[in-house]
């Protein structure tokens, strides 16, 4: 296998002891490793001050940048606009959101190849001609390539994914951005990030039995909830840490998006040096080596954690159990022990139709081959599976060393499926026969998230997340609340027989293997390859820069929507069968916010139009306004925009006129998408005032003409009874960031400096 970028990260390497010693310098104290690699990649180079965590905007400069195919095409149409010939760091395209899985995995990805074509052609073309890496659809998921071909220890990388953090696996900082922020990165510029809070997690004692790494994150996001890691980077540390191979660590880091927590990570260890060694980059593993000290946190940070980490959590792996998360949510933990009881005290359907594993965070060959070990005692044990059963690989390397090493013929025996090397169920993705009934349902699967009617589209469907083992033990048993640590199951001849703890190799006996990885490189010179869009293109569309600000408050904004309690960025741009526009804004902008709920009615996809008074879908209500040239304005709940890291959700209000969100609180990545799309991104400065926001107001937005860091602006409601009430709104815009703001976008500022 082919090393890639081995100079860059010599490079970085070499960096290190100098950066280093220039951070230990201004912060004056030992070192978490989230801070190392933090200070060795700063864009102006050494550190001159220590920046304050959580409030401090830093401009970094990563190591790489990798896109998924349903976001590469809108960051890549926006590079097209900034005046670059080639891209400036090493940077590639996956090509795994656009396959749906149906049928299994040959019919699936020529069925894919058939509908996308016009899509995946435009992705390599753009690729080759900006000098960008390109793997092919069945190549696998963009964070699993990543982890075998790209990551590694101590560099920083970002991704317009969310789960890009599955690379912390490496020991990277590997954090989910939007396009615009890819686009700075490609294009050679700075980028910000506020310094993040550290939220250290120790593990002690050792996996056994039933447990597997990722019931560490489920436990974390049972502690810390879907928002408890905004703006923090979570380090992991201790000798439980130490004991994990590195591809649980990559399951624990990816889901870690889950918390909202800006990245996780582990320091360097033996368990990377033999992953990386298994995947052919045993040259990284020996660059590493004369570094590692450099590639974890420093032993007085791990000995008293406590004074170098904002918050520390504690988990002994010794004494964890097998959880499962949801539904509806992925931070709702519930230890397997005490299923049945939480089952029927929440009137939860107990049958398990279907149970799926795989997919970026659970597909990794120690995943498989413990979930094989379990399949094999169906017909050892002389048992059934009671559910339907899917596999998901994680990329092309791991499909055929699977099947090479006879995983896939033991899975076909007790009736599973295999679906293509793609994100398929785990995004909204699968054609599932029958989902259109809207049955009242339950499924158990190995990914990350598991928001209502994220899998196959039915809102009533409950999905619980689980280990590859106990997802596995599950569907077979076809049972919720069965519990394999202590159960038993009746086989065929009437006896009962209790299933074996999952056994597996952390890494292939046989080494792995591939015939074609799906790697297409870059063309040397990229100056005569054509990127050609049809203008009647149903699935591409160039962009044209947004307008200005206008120089003057916004005056008589319309209330678009007040949305209610959960709102995350499926919620305001749904994925599913919607992923097919995702190159085209106007297109995909019909579906913004139809799945956000109304808070003066209940309902989703149904607004007051303040033009007619009648009631519509939110799309054609705001192109109602946006003809009439008013600006509206969007309202939300807590954790505003959780979840992916899909500018989509941002560019689609800001394309159809929507001027401002206000909200309780954002997450991170919603909010930055928010703000380099020329968008105002505001929280109320008293929460309880999002209750004052009615129905037909009308709002006016002032203190723009002063808009300065730090200082609130003011919002005045006018009601329809003639009414006002003024409300303070604060910010976190600096002064980059308002820039932004007055061009129209961060994308116009970096337009015209190239320009001149």
């Known amino acids: 296998m082919k090393v890639f970028d081995l100079d860059m990260i010599q490079k970085v390497y070499a960096q290190y002891p100098e950066r280093i010693a220039a951070a230990r310098k201004v ?38 940048v990798a896109m998924q195919d349903a976001t590469a095409q809108m960051a890549l149409l926006q590079f097209m606009q900034a005046g670059k010939k080639r891209v400036a760091v090493p940077s590639t395209v996956h090509a795994d959101h656009l396959i749906q899985a149906k049928l299994g995995a040959s019919k699936d990805l020529q069925e894919s190849l058939n509908q996308n074509n016009e899509v995946f052609n435009f992705l390599s073309s753009i690729s080759n001609k900006y000098g960008i890496g390109f793997w092919k659809p069945g190549a696998g998921i963009i964070h699993q390539v990543v982890l075998e071909n790209y990551a590694f220890p101590g560099g920083m990388m970002i991704g317009t994914d969310s789960h890009t953090v599955n690379a912390g696996g490496l020991g990277m900082i590997a954090i989910g951005v939007g396009g615009a922020d890819a686009v700075d990165v490609m294009a050679g510029m700075a980028w910000e990030l506020k310094f993040p809070k550290l ?37 992991y540390f201790g000798e439980g840490a130490i004991s994990l191979s590195c591809t649980g660590k990559g399951t624990i880091c990816n889901m870690g998006a889950e918390i909202g927590a800006t990245t996780s990570t582990f320091g360097y260890d033996e368990s990377m040096r033999r992953y990386l060694e298994a995947t052919g980059r045993k040259e990284v593993a020996d660059a590493a080596d004369q570094v590692k000290a450099y590639l974890t946190g420093d032993p007085e940070v791990y000995a008293q954690p406590e004074k170098y980490f904002d918050r520390v959590i504690e988990i002994n792996l010794s004494e964890l159990e097998p959880h499962l998360n949801g539904p509806f ?18 009137g939860w359907p107990t049958k398990v139709e279907v149970g799926l594993i795989g997919s970026c965070t659970n597909s990794s060959y120690e995943d498989i081959s413990r979930a094989v070990s379990l399949a094999k005692q169906v017909a050892q044990k002389g048992l059934k599976t009671k559910a339907e059963f899917t596999i998901t690989p994680g990329s092309e390397l791991v499909r055929y060393t699977i099947e090479r090493d006879g995983f896939l013929d033991t899975f076909s025996q007790i009736g599973a499926r295999v679906f293509a090397n793609a994100c398929g169920p785990c995004i909204g ?3 599932r026969m029958g989902a259109e009934k809207q049955e009242r349902n339950t499924i158990v699967h190995s990914f990350n998230r598991n928001f209502a009617k994220r899998a196959d589209g039915n809102p009533n469907t409950l999905a619980f997340v689980a280990s590859p083992e106990l997802v596995t033990a599950l569907a077979i048993a076809g049972d919720l609340t069965f519990n394999p640590i202590t159960d038993t199951l009746i086989n065929e001849k009437g006896e009962a027989v209790k299933l074996d703890p999952p056994t597996g190799d952390e890494l292939p006996h046989k080494g792995f293997a591939v015939e074609d990885a799906g790697y297409e490189a870059p063309a040397e010179d990229g100056s005569k390859v054509q990127v050609d869009v049809k203008e009647d293109s149903k699935r591409l569309q160039l962009l044209y820069p947004f307008a200005a600000w206008e120089g003057i408050d916004l005056k008589g904004l319309k209330l678009l929507i007040k949305a209610k309690g959960k709102c995350t960025t499926d919620h305001i741009s749904m994925a599913g069968p919607w992923l097919k526009f995702r190159g085209h804004l106007d297109n995909i902008s019909n579906n913004m916010l139809i799945g956000a709920v109304n808070y003066f009615n209940d309902k989703t996809d149904l607004v007051k139009n303040q033009l007619t008074g009648a009631y519509g879908p939110v799309p054609s209500t705001q192109r109602d306004y946006k003809a009439a040239s008013i600006g509206s304005i969007v309202v939300g709940d807590e954790n505003y925009g959780e979840g992916s890291s899909r500018e989509h959700a941002a560019m689609e209000p800001r394309h159809l006129g929507v001027r401002v969100v206000l909200v309780k609180s954002f997450a991170r990545i919603h909010e930055t998408n928010l703000k380099k799309q020329g968008m105002l991104a505001l929280t109320f400065a008293n929460k309880d005032d999002y209750n004052k926001i009615q129905e ?6 002032v203190g723009l003409t002063a808009f300065t860091p730090g200082k609130p602006l003011e919002v005045i409601l006018k009601h329809s009874d003639g009414s006002t009430e003024t409300i303070q709104a604060n910010h976190s815009y ?18 015209k400096q190239f320009a001149s």
């Open 27 to 64: 912060v004056g104290r030992p070192l978490t490793l989230s801070e190392k690699i933090l200070y060795a990649h700063l864009w102006d180079g050494n550190a001159q001050a220590a920046y304050e965590r959580g409030n401090s905007y830093v401009d970094f400069a990563p190591d790489r």
């Open 199 to 235: 939220i250290g997690v120790k593990l002690t004692g050792k996996l056994s039995g039933w447990t597997s790494a990722k019931d560490v994150i489920l436990k974390v996001a049972d502690i810390l909830t879907v928002k408890g890691g905004t703006g923090a980077i979570v380090e």
């Open 329 to 346: 949510t992925p931070d709702l933990a519930t230890p397997i022990s005490q299923m049945k009881e939480v089952a029927a005290q929440n």
């Open 429 to 431: 993705m699968w054609d």
């Open 696 to 701: 037909d107001d009308n709002i006016d937005i």
């Open 734 to 751: 600096n002064a980059q960031q308002i820039e932004w703001f007055k061009a129209g976008g961060a994308l116009n500022v970096i337009r």
